[in-house]
């Protein structure tokens, strides 16, 4: 059974007369838990179970082994490298002692220590290989401490986005229920049947508006897990009405521009996660006044092989985002909002672009004249592709600065 009192064994295979024993009493003197094998398949099954070394006499070491073995230690983690000690017979150097070195390669980290060894070396020796193992299980448990905040960190993230959009889904219902409730009154003192038809139409109008609101926000909150074909256009319509009522009240005006949107393979919760937050964050440049542009067009990604996909464009004449920023925009806790924000938001979106194997780019001036950002986000028509982001935030002249915000 695999468990932490494994972790640091040493699994033995020395096949020839008593070596086995006295080894491992050797071991057990200085304190190491050993476990004997008679064959290195018997030991591999050991090693499934938890093991920090492998001593192993060349002898026992058949091509069929060195097949067995190299499998499972391709199969190692990242964190893993597993330490074999390969017990050689003494003498010079030849071409059979050539072709089991060849042989042997694909074992990974081998130790060679020359028979007869001394007990102090042979003991050095192990102790070594147990503590570079112990050093792995420490990397191993610092990954796994990693993904566990980092996860932590997207939901509490989420929250984030959750709660921005719960503000801007009442103010956006409250407007249409209080225009409902005051057609109601009108209704009731109504003088005629034609007047009061007309009441009726204008708050059935603002009734479909709140369901429409209600059937955009279902759509965020009931997200498939699994990729499928999604038009990115549908879901920015679907963020642009969920901030409809902060976009009219901020009088910011919004532009947009979608070219032949064709659907692609992704997921679409992570995708409107993503759309949110760069809508969000232009928003919260522009502050009052301004314009938001936003464009989707079919294309293809040429730096990397012409990868055929969709490129969506979220522009505004906002304040800007300065050069020290912008070099480590896309790292966790980076923020332009100090007093609001936590700086996730981006870190988090360019994980999503990175996992659906598309692009990232952005190109930002915070000079008076030419002031605003452009987030630029590609994401190919089907993930197989196997690309990672590519979070470039360089922009080489002025020319491309006014280009970049000309929104």
């Given at each position: 059974m695999t468990g932490p009192e494994n972790e640091l064994r040493v699994l033995v295979v020395a096949p020839t007369g008593r070596d086995s024993v006295l080894i491992c009493n050797l071991l057990a003197g200085n304190g190491i838990a050993c476990v004997h094998s008679a064959t290195p398949e018997m030991a591999l099954a050991e090693f499934?179970?938890?093991a920090g070394a492998l001593i192993l006499a060349e002898e026992a070491l058949s091509l069929s082994a060195i097949s067995q073995w190299a499998a499972r230690i391709l199969e190692q983690p990242s964190w893993s490298d597993f330490p074999l000690i390969l017990l050689t017979a003494s003498g010079g150097v030849d071409e059979e002692n050539r072709r089991r070195m060849r042989a042997r390669q694909p074992l990974g980290n081998i130790v060679l220590l020359e028979r007869p060894v001394r007990p102090e070396t042979f003991i050095s020796t192990i102790r070594a290989a147990l503590r570079s193992r112990e050093r792995q299980y420490q990397v191993r448990e610092f990954i796994a401490t990693s993904r566990a905040a980092e996860e932590a960190i997207r939901r509490s993230e989420k929250l984030v986005v959750a709660s921005r959009l719960a503000a801007s889904i009442s103010h956006e219902i409250n407007n249409p229920l209080a225009s409902v409730t005051n057609l109601l009154y009108l209704i009731g003192i109504s003088h005629s049947l034609d007047e009061a038809k007309q009441h009726q139409e204008i708050a059935a109008n603002e009734l479909a508006r709140v369901s429409e609101i209600v059937t955009q926000s279902l759509r965020f909150y009931r997200q498939q897990t699994k990729p499928a074909l999604v038009r990115i256009c549908d879901i920015v319509d679907s963020a642009l009405t969920m901030y409809q009522a902060r976009l009219v009240n901020a009088e910011i005006v919004t532009e947009k521009e979608f070219?032949?949107?064709?659907?692609?393979?992704?997921?679409e919760g992570e995708l409107r996660q993503v759309i949110l937050n760069l809508i969000g964050n232009s928003m919260d440049a522009l502050g009052h006044?301004?314009?938001?542009?936003?464009?989707?067009?079919?294309?293809?990604?040429?730096?990397?092989?012409?990868?055929?996909?969709?490129?969506?464009?979220?522009?505004?004449?906002?304040?800007?985002?300065?050069?020290?920023?912008?070099?480590?925009?896309?790292?966790?806790?980076?923020?332009?909002?100090?007093?609001?924000?936590?700086?996730?938001?981006?870190?988090?979106?360019?994980?999503?672009?990175?996992?659906?194997?598309?692009?990232?780019?952005?190109?930002?001036?915070?000079?008076?004249?030419?002031?605003?950002?452009?987030?630029?986000?590609?994401?190919?028509?089907?993930?197989?592709?196997?690309?990672q982001s590519i979070a470039d935030t360089s922009m080489t002249s002025d020319r491309q600065r006014a280009d970049a915000v000309s929104v």
């Open positions: 499934g179970m938890g070219r032949n949107c064709s659907p692609i393979v992704a997921r006044g301004g314009k938001l542009k936003i464009r989707i067009s079919n294309t293809r990604e040429f730096r990397n092989g012409a990868r055929a996909g969709v490129r969506l464009t979220v522009a505004d004449s906002g304040s800007g985002i300065s050069p020290a920023v912008r070099k480590t925009l896309f790292e966790p806790f980076v923020t332009t909002k100090p007093l609001t924000g936590v700086g996730l938001g981006l870190w988090i979106s360019s994980e999503i672009v990175r996992r659906h194997s598309g692009t990232i780019q952005v190109k930002s001036s915070a000079l008076s004249k030419s002031k605003g950002t452009v987030f630029s986000v590609f994401l190919p028509a089907n993930q197989t592709d196997g690309h």
